[in-house]
């Protein structure tokens, strides 16, 4: 193919450099600018690719620029680049050994004489185009004429080789002296075939064209980049420049930022800015694992922040502080109390990506077993002492759901036999061309209310029928969720049923809030991601078969475990490897310090709160009471009243039983409001203030502050001082990342009614009870499992109506009576303090005065005597 003569293009600024302001890309229009930027990038080379690219006939002027274009190829237009110089200039930005060492290579690959193919590496978001730009730009414009850019995950293979009827790319440019740069190169190679043909053109310059039906020479230059490492592409034939990470050169990270920083502000318009020593030492210490990206995003972020307190505060100076900073990387700034599982243990990532976590095991495991149970709970002895189905569904399966929280999170969810069916007859009726429809925004409204009424009346059921020791109905129980998981899952696609509507999902994602695992993902990496293959799945890559996220949801959305039932569909679908399978300091998400402070750590809470999920917590709390309605009938003194053993149509015993139960489940949430109230009112009467003067006042001039209201705050000030008088201390860093969080609790779709609603503060209070509410129930579950759960072989043989005599000999461990009241002691021992710092770290963060503090500090003193009166006799 011949080249055409080359033509004129007049393109504008905007055109050519992407935003970028004409005097940064040629500094000698002003000669201030051209000092800083020359600096900043520390070589000499930008000056002299300047000046070659005017030599190569590119003129420019502020207004308008003249390329001379030097040839266009034809079927090449659409990965024609002309960016040059966009985001050049940062990652080359330092004076380090290392950015000195990557602009060495970049030069050395450039003027290579005998214009080797070119690897690039570099981890995800360090803008390797850009090094690819400067080795072709920087390289001799009579043998490389032009940059043509294919991206390896949205081309494919025979695109680029070609087939029998169509040219590829290669057949198109093989005979110019234009260059090409395959942009992740390696996503392109489904097959070792295809590697070691990629490999032999890097090599080579030759490849066997498919389009003519020989083997060719490709003149092109040849630039590709990679993310990670890869032996197959090390060869004496090929050129390697390895892009240091960010966090290997925090000595750059001053001069990177800083004209990253300066970028930012001239494209919004604003005065010079910098950053404060502070923020300075933070950028420089924080790992930045989405790199350049990532500081991009982080600055973007830091600078609305900035704009936002200048507007509020217009005498601050134009600096980035260490809080505008804090609050940029507040997501990541618990990197180091997070262990990520996935990099450290290689065998864990081969399980994670198994077929059988959790997607075939929940195809062939889970139905057939639920069916087996369902088959015993109905046809077997209905008694639980009998019943080895009915012993596993209340001494096994339930406490041991309880205990797996603060451990695995979600995780019953990824293997629950609900959704199983739920699954397999969505997958029958999707092979039958059946379609499903997108879930209805009403979901999240009507969700929790509907999960949370369901359960009072499973709770409802299960006291008044005695579900634990009638196993037909506890079948029916089983089969009453199955059929929710069922209707949503015919009816809409993925998982509507688990994120929005089943009572056990909605608890399991309140517990799992606590949990010791988590999934997430960098978010400096999925920043960058246009795929988004954790929701779709990844249909393309069969090395990456995985299915979207069944809840609709992602790891780099997720605010809290809630909407995360942890079954790694995402760390199989994901390309750029960045779902991230975390060990982490429990109850993280309710922000730190919580326990102890970490100087340094200030993180915001991230957890989403939603009336609904906090009323079903307290809800779950008189659940526990409704197990012990004999004895506090007795203790309010009806001890022999016969409601507590009621039955169905025992008329108005039966009716009492029920008004009982229900006023049980209801107890707790009552109590928590009430303490509440009463709190508040004595936090406002004269007493509290006269008893407690420093915290009173404390708590009005934050609120005053708050508000911004002038009078209050010289009236809480005593007189001594008003707002206008003195500037008002700015927000504590803390405060300024809980406003952070709430901001993003309402993008979450969740509670954001303003920090100073009182329904609001209480329902984030409520939340502080979750350690206090899970230790209780595990209190009153483990006693059914270490008192019945070691009897499972001797119900068997009771269950299949085997020789009775073989219960004599068959193994059964029971444990002691005081063994079980210790361990229940031990619970509500344990769940106290971690509920008692929780809610007071809640009410800091709210700024709720003392006697409300007080009111809660209380109430969970009384929870924790009446239930340890309850269960330990
Ligand atoms: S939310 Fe409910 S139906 Fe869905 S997986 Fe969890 S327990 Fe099963
Ligand atoms: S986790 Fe999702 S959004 Fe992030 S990089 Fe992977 S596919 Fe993209
Ligand atoms: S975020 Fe990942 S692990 Fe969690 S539910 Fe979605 S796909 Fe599964």
Known sequence: MRNRRPSILTLTASDLFDGIEPNEVFPAAKPKPKQVEADLCGIDEMLDSTKRIRKSGMTFSSSSTTIREPVRVAGLDKYMTLTTWHGCFPVFAGRSKRSKKLRMDVRKAASDPKARSVIIVGESGLEKDSVSTFVHELGDKQKAHHLYRISGTSSTFTEIFGTAEYPGVLDNVAETRHALSFANFDKLLKTEEEAREFLHLLETKKYFSRFHGEERVCHARLIATIDQDD?????????????????????????????????????????????????????????????????????????????????????????????????????????????????????????????????????????????????????????????????????????????????????????????????????????????????????????????????????????????????SLSAWLLVLITSGAVVGSLSFEKRIWCR?????????????????????????????????????GN??????????????????????????????????????????????????????????????????????????????????????????????????????????????????????????????????????????????KLDASEVVKRLFPAQVQDVMLTDALRRNDVDAFAMAAGGTATLRQAPPPRPSVQETLMEAARAQEGEDGSSSSSSSDPFNQLVHVAYGYLPMVWTCNIAFWISRALEEGGTILPRAVSTFGLNPSMQDWLPYVVADEHVVEFVQGGFILFGLPFTYFLTQKICRDFNLGPAQRSAHALLQLFFAASLWHCMIH
């Open 539 to 680: 249909p393309v890559d069969n090395n990456l078969p995985g299915a979207g996220c069944p809840l609709d949801s992602s790891p780099n959305k997720l605010a809290d475990n809630a909407d995360c039932v942890m079954c790694f569909r995402c760390v199989k679908s994901c390309e750029k490897g960045s779902p991230e399978f975390n060990l982490r300091p429990p109850g993280i998400d309710f922000g730190i310090p919580f326990l102890l402070p970490i100087p340094g750590t200030e993180v915001p809470a991230k957890y989403k709160t939603n009336p609904w999920q906090a009323a079903l917590l307290f809800l779950l709390q008189g659940a526990v009471y409704v197990h012990f309605i004999p004895l506090i009938l007795s203790d309010v003194g009806l001890g022999d009243s016969s409601i507590a053993s009621s039955q169905f149509g025992d008329g108005l015993d039966f009716a009492m039983h029920s008004l009982v139960t229900l006023l049980l489940l209801l107890f707790p949430g009552a109590l928590l409001f009430g303490a509440d109230q009463l709190g508040r």
């Open 500 to 536: 929005h509507f089943c009572p056990i999902g909605a608890m399991n994602g309140l517990y799992s809030k606590m949990a010791l695992l988590e999934i997430r993902s960098w978010k400096g990496v999925c920043s960058g991601c246009t795929a988004q293959n954790c929701i779709q």
């Open 231 to 471: 032996d197959r592409f090390k060869s004496n034939e090929l050129l390697q420049i390895a892009v240091p990470s960010l966090r290997g050169r925090s000595a750059d990270i001053d001069m990177i930022a800083n004209a990253k920083l300066q970028r930012i502000v001239r494209r919004r318009g604003l005065p010079h800015i910098s950053f404060s020593p502070e923020a300075m030492h933070r950028l420089k210490t924080y790992s930045w694992p989405g790199n350049l990206r990532e500081l991009g995003s982080v600055l973007e972020r830091a600078v609305y922040l900035f704009e936002n307190d200048r507007s509020e505060h217009p005498y601050i100076p134009w600096k980035i502080t260490a809080e505008h900073a804090i609050t940029s990387t507040s997501h990541y700034n618990t990197e180091f109390l997070r262990y990520n599982l996935l990099s450290k243990f290689q065998s864990l990532q081969a399980i994670t990506r198994s077929p059988w976590v959790f997607d075939d095991f929940m195809k062939y495991v889970v139905p057939p077993s639920f069916a087996l149970v369902l088959a015993i709970l109905w046809l077997g002895p209905q008694t639980r002492d009998e019943n080895a189905a009915l012993t596993v569904f209340w001494t096994w399966w339930w406490p041991g759901a309880l205990l797996s929280y603060p451990l695995f999170s979600r995780v019953w969810c990824a293997v629950c036999p609900f959704m199983a069916c739920g699954e397999l007859v969505q997958a029958a009726k999707k092979s039958l061309g059946g379609k499903l429809g997108e879930w209805p925004s009403s979901a999240k409204k009507w969700g929790p209310p509907f999960a949370y009424g369901l359960f009072a009346a499973i709770l409802m059921w299960e006291e008044l029928w005695n579900l634990p020791d009638n196993g």
